[in-house]
C-alpha cells in the first residue's frame, strides 16, 4: 500500500479505534471526497486521514486504554460484537455507494429521456408541418381551380347584361323621341285651335270700329 494512501483499517489501528468509529465520524460528503476504491479495498488519501485525526484527538488515549483493558481481558462475546459492528459499517457504506451510483445512472436515464421525448416532439411538429404545407398546396390549387371556372362562367353573363343594357338604352330612347313627337303634334293641333278663333274676334272688332 501506498505511504500516502491507507485503508480503513490501516488508519483504524494507528489511532487506536474501530473501522465503525470512522464510519460513524465520516460523513457522506466527506466520504466522497477522501474514499477510493482500489482494488477490493477502500482507502483515505492524506487529507482524509488528517482530518480523521483531528476528529479522534483527546479520546484516543482512552479508547487505546480501553482496548489494552479489553486484549487484557479478554471477552469473545465483545469481540465478535465488535467485529460484527465493523462489518455492518462496511456494508452499509458499500450500500451507500450503491445507492449513490444508483442515483447517478438514474439521472442519466432520465436526461436521455428526456432527450429522446424532445426529438420525438421535434419529428412530431416536422410531419405537422409537412402535411399542412400539403394541404396549403392542395387548397391553393382548388382556389386557382374555382376561380379559373368561376371567370369562365361570369364572361358570357357580362356579355348579356352588357347587350341588355343596349338595347335598354335604345328603347328609352326611342321612346324619348316619341314624347317628343307627341307633345310637338300637340302643340301644333292647340296653335291650330286658336287661329279661327282670333280671325273671327278681328273681324267683329272691326264691325264694331
Known amino acids: ?16 479505534v474501530s473501522k465503525t468509529a470512522i464510519n460513524k465520524k465520516v460523513t457522506d460528503r466527506e466520504r ?24 479522534f484527538e483527546g479520546v484516543t488515549e482512552n479508547q487505546e486504554s480501553q482496548t489494552e483493558n479489553l486484549e487484557q481481558k ?17 456494508i452499509k457504506y458499500i450500500l451507500d455507494i450503491i445507492e449513490y451510483q444508483k442515483e447517478q445512472i438514474k439521472d442519466l436515464q432520465n436526461t436521455k429521456d428526456e432527450q429522446f421525448k424532445q426529438l420525438s416532439n421535434m419529428q412530431n411538429l416536422l410531419d405537422q408541418q409537412q402535411r399542412l404545407a400539403l394541404q396549403d398546396k392542395k387548397l391553393l390549387e382548388e382556389y386557382k381551380s374555382e376561380i379559373n371556372e368561376l371567370k369562365a362562367l361570369k364572361m358570357p353573363r357580362e356579355d348579356m347584361k352588357d347587350g341588355s343594357s343596349i338595347r335598354g338604352e335604345a328603347q328609352e330612347e326611342i321612346e324619348r323621341l316619341k314624347a317628343q313627337l307627341k307633345l310637338s303634334e300637340e302643340e301644333r293641333n292647340k296653335a291650330k285651335e286658336k287661329e279661327p278663333v282670333k280671325t273671327e274676334s278681328k273681324k267683329w272688332w272691326q264691325r264694331w270700329k
Open 32 to 55: 466522497k471526497l477522501w474514499f477510493s476504491k482500489i482494488g477490493n479495498k477502500f482507502v483515505i488519501n492524506e487529507d482524509g486521514q488528517k482530518s480523521i485525526k483531528r476528529m
Open 74 to 90: 479478554p471477552n469473545s462475546q465483545t469481540e465478535n460484537f465488535r467485529n460484527n459492528n465493523e462489518n455492518n459499517a462496511d
Open 1 to 16: 500500500m501506498s505511504d500516502n494512501l491507507k485503508t480503513i483499517k490501516e488508519l483504524a489501528d494507528e489511532l487506536g
